[in-house]
């Protein structure tokens, strides 16, 4: 259906045509838009939208235009990496985060190895925690604990222990991404809304 | 002047025309590999890949068609989200290890207090308000 009662949806306006009662666009781009439909329409063209929209089930197509939106103004914004760069970024600081946490976790298995006498509280299950091997290949290949040189060193062997074990493998993870809803997300360069 | 037809690149292939000596697609669809021109072609579409390209200077063309033929597997494969739901799924990846970063240096900052504080009670006198710790300390010091 046109959007509004007599207005053609912002495609058919920018495309100079008649806007069908039954507009593949005019749902998801409404007249006073016009600017989301240029910048999908610059970057992927209409017609490959038009294909790629009638592909989809109806209640995909909302979320697929927005990404599409997303994508196209990150190309538009970085011309040569586009949405690859965020991902780039954002790669990085997983792993970053990940080293940090790492680091953290074997902080806490240092000072708990160095307080055996102590009442231990059970830790909830996690799924970063060390496993139980790991933890017995620590104590008996580090003996002098008390050793501030050796306690430098069991924290970073225990990191990249830890980091070795939870080490998400992230292009297997990128191609076999199953889709899912998202709420809220905010381009990390900009940090502005990803869903107009 | 054209290049014969068994050395066309792979734009020029698919498109079923005559690949010039000057093709803007050519030095980054190779005809060995018809699969990268046709996802890109699938998303971006032939006209706009060459715009795009000719906007860019020769240096950064190589890197823009890499970019573009990730971004065109990603929405293949996912043909709802594409890279931005790569983009929120790392999104949501950082808050989760924030969160876990958080936690832990919280939980750090308990075992280290709980430390100072039973160090802090060895090395003190017992506190006389307290029945349990009088009785316990009592014990050891054996009666008065």
């Known amino acids: 259906m046109a959007g509004g009662s007599n207005s053609p949806c ?5 495309l100079r045509r008649r806007c069908a009662k039954d507009c593949i666009f005019a749902p998801y781009f409404r007249p006073d838009e016009p600017k989301k439909f240029a910048i999908v329409h610059k970057v992927f063209g209409a017609s490959n939208v038009s294909k790629m929209l009638q592909e989809l089930p109806v209640h995909q197509r909302a979320d697929a235009v927005n990404s599409l939106v997303y994508e196209a103004s990150a190309r538009v914004r970085d011309p040569v990496y586009g949405c690859v760069g965020a991902i780039s970024c954002l790669q990085n600081q997983v792993s970053q985060l990940q080293l940090q946490l790492a680091v953290a976790q074997a902080e806490i298995l240092s000072i708990q190895m160095q307080q055996p006498h102590q009442q231990q509280q059970e830790q909830e299950p996690s799924l970063l925690l060390p496993s139980p ?26 990191a990249a222990n830890i980091i070795n074990n939870n080490q998400l493998n992230l292009s297997g993870q990128y191609f076999g991404f199953a889709s899912s809803v998202v709420n809220v997300v905010q381009d990390p360069l900009k940090r502005e809304s990803l869903w107009i | 002047m054209s290049n014969p037809t068994s050395s066309r690149c792979a734009a020029c292939k698919y498109l079923r025309r005559r690949c010039p000596q000057d093709c803007i697609c050519s030095p980054y669809f190779p005809s060995n590999d018809p699969q990268r021109f046709a996802y890109v072609h699938k998303i971006y579409g032939a006209s706009n890949v060459g715009k795009l390209l000719q906007q860019l200077p020769e240096r950064a063309r190589f890197e823009a068609v890499e970019s573009l033929y990730y971004e065109a597997l990603c929405r293949i494969q996912d043909p709802v989200y594409g890279c931005a739901g790569i983009v929120s799924w790392l999104q949501q990846q950082i808050h989760d290890v924030e969160s876990e970063i958080a936690k832990t240096r919280a939980e750090i900052t308990v075992f280290l207090n709980s430390n100072i504080s039973i160090s802090e009670l060895n090395t003190q006198h017992p506190q006389t308000d307290d029945m349990g710790m009088e009785n316990l300390s009592n014990k050891h010091k054996g009666p008065l």
Not at chain 1, 10 to 14: D, N, R
Not at chain 1, 139 to 149: E, G, L, N, P, S
């Open chain 1, 10 to 14: 912002a495609s058919c306006k920018l």
């Open chain 1, 133 to 158: 091997s790991m933890l017995s290949s620590l104590q008996t290949d580090h003996q002098d604990i008390d050793d501030d040189k050796s306690s430098t060193s069991l924290l970073l062997s225990s």
